[in-house]
């Protein structure tokens, strides 16, 4: 079964650029996350998916972050405009239902100089 | 007070020893508890789960839980090097009405040969 797949792995972007990220859950799996980890930190919830809707975005930065899971499987995750802050690891995982176990994708990390 | 927390380490065990890895949360209300493994640059990997007081077992890993002292740790007997990586744990938030996860900042553990 693959797993959670993620790209870019990488990017480095100016402030003020934007970027966005994508994700392919585990096939089967209704519940799809965001999560940010910065360096030393645990993963922080930014924005909860069940099939095409966002039912906790409480955590999301609207001014700046929006995402969308468009028919209830991909997933984009942008950011408009980057700003050095936003430096981190993003972190796709998906599980096949809420309370099941999270499977986490091998995240994409940002450098925003 | 932060929701999980744990020692960030690092935690240094000689090859063979016992490691004792520790966590405390803060809302008495919390039921279930998980162990996340990250290795350097990877993402997070579920390795335990607990839902009652007392211990599980699982291989070379035991969970411990004490809900009445708001305590879960995670030992790992027979450490091997391969173990070296943060561990974090993770604790569900009762004030959501799903099974929300909040991460504590991890623990750094390194097995020495």
């Known amino acids: 079964e693959a797993g959670v797949v993620q790209s870019p792995r990488y990017k480095i972007i100016e402030k003020k650029q934007p970027v966005a990220f994508w994700c392919n859950p585990i096939?089967?799996?209704?519940?799809l996350y965001w999560y940010l980890q910065n360096l030393g930190q645990g993963p922080e919830l930014l924005i909860r998916?069940?099939?095409?809707?966002?039912?906790?975005d409480s955590q999301l930065p609207k001014d700046r972050f929006s995402a969308e899971r468009l028919k209830g499987v991909d997933s984009t995750l942008k950011i408009q405009p980057a700003e050095l802050g936003d430096s981190a690891v993003y972190l796709c995982?998906?599980?096949?239902?809420?309370?099941?176990?999270?499977?986490f994708g091998e995240g994409s990390w940002l450098t925003v100089v | 007070q932060k929701e999980v927390e744990q020692n960030s380490g690092p935690l240094s065990v000689p090859e063979g020893a016992i490691a004792s890895l520790n966590c405390t949360y803060s809302d008495r209300g919390s039921q279930s508890f998980f162990w996340y493994r990250q290795y350097s640059g990877k993402s997070p990997e579920l390795i335990m789960f607990?839902?009652?007081?007392g211990d599980k077992e699982d291989g070379r890993f035991t969970a411990q839980l004490n809900k009445a002292s708001q305590y879960v740790s995670l030992l790992i007997r027979d450490s091997q090097p391969s173990d070296s990586a943060t561990y974090l744990c993770?604790?569900?938030?009762?004030?959501?009405?799903?099974?929300?996860?909040?991460f504590g900042p991890g623990t750094s553990l390194s097995v020495i040969p």
């Open positions: 995982a998906s599980s096949r239902d809420s309370g099941n176990t999270i499977y």
């Open positions: 998916y069940e099939n095409e809707e966002a039912v906790d």
């Open positions: 096939s089967g799996h209704n519940t």
């Open positions: 993770a604790v569900s938030d009762p004030k959501t009405s799903y099974d929300k996860v909040i």
């Open positions: 607990i839902y009652s007081n």
